[in-house]
């Protein structure tokens, strides 16, 4: 496990495959571990790229106001010290954020970029925002479970009823990558999650984005998605069905599908 130092905090990273490469950027409280379904199958056509954000994983929390825009600038910084110039983006819910901050600030180091359970400004959207509130003051007021009572929400209603034994498997996989030195990152991603803002500057994006969500999606709701869809020129829009917000483990093989279409046609 490699470990780099950006922008004063140290954190690990990894990566597999050969070929463009592919920044994989994972959402609150989770280590970049936890994309290992997509690199399993992305590393055969790209250089998949992961880490842990600020003050998850094996990561250093800090005591910075933790914003998408700070945990853009510290993805720029991986890429600094690995050598790449420009990489296929690819986030997932405050990594969506994440990355929708790192083509607005940096356009010129991203060829495409993937934004998977996103949405476009806390302030509008009242289930993603008082999802966030809530899991930060229980953190703040009770034990370090970054689950908890809302892990029930994450999942595709479907696939709790059809598949339980299945659900309850990923949801003790997910939970293993999970985890922080200290509780404050995880309150700082879930500050972050509620200062994101960038729905007035999404039409300037003009590189290739697809969205893409599960059709079950009960935190980042499927019509969050379509706004940050329709408000950034020619940006594609993929629904993985049976799937609620953790699409990236209920359906991987279909979300997978999804990305290596849209990277086969933006690579190059």
């Not at 800090?62 to 914003?67: A, E, K, M």
């Not at 697809?210 to 935190?219: A, K, M, N, S």
């Amino acid at each position: 496990m490699p470990e780099v130092v950006i922008n004063g905090h140290t954190t690990t990273w990894w990566e597999a495959g050969t070929g463009e490469p592919l920044l994989l950027i994972m959402g609150t409280g989770m280590s970049g571990r936890a994309w290992a379904h997509e690199v399993e199958e992305l590393s055969a056509r790209y250089r998949c790229i992961t880490y842990d954000m600020r003050g998850v994983g094996t990561a250093d929390c800090t005591d910075s106001d933790y914003t998408p825009a700070l945990l853009a600038e510290d993805a720029v910084a991986l890429l600094d010290a690995l050598g790449i110039d420009a990489a296929h983006v690819m986030g997932f819910s405050l990594g969506s954020c994440t990355a929708q901050e790192l083509v607005l600030a940096h356009p010129d180091r991203v060829r495409s970029v993937v934004l998977l359970s996103t949405w476009s400004r806390t302030a509008d959207e009242n289930h993603v925002r008082r999802h966030y509130e809530s899991r930060r003051y229980a953190l703040q007021h009770g034990p370090m479970d970054v689950f908890g009572k809302f892990a029930f929400w994450m999942w595709s209603p479907t696939l709790l009823e059809e598949e339980h034994d299945r659900i309850c498997a990923l949801e003790a996989e997910l939970r293993g990558w999970t985890g922080s030195k200290d509780v404050s990152g995880f309150i700082g991603h879930f500050t972050a999650d509620l200062a994101h803002d960038a729905i007035d500057r999404l039409p300037s994006i003009s590189v290739p984005v697809l969205v893409v969500h599960g059709d079950e999606d009960r935190i980042t709701l499927p019509r969050y998605n379509r706004r940050v869809a329709a408000a950034i020129p020619g940006a594609e829009y993929v629904e993985i069905p049976r799937a609620g917000h953790l699409a990236f483990l209920e359906q991987p093989a279909a979300l997978n599908k999804a990305v290596e279409e849209f990277l086969s046609r933006s690579a190059g």
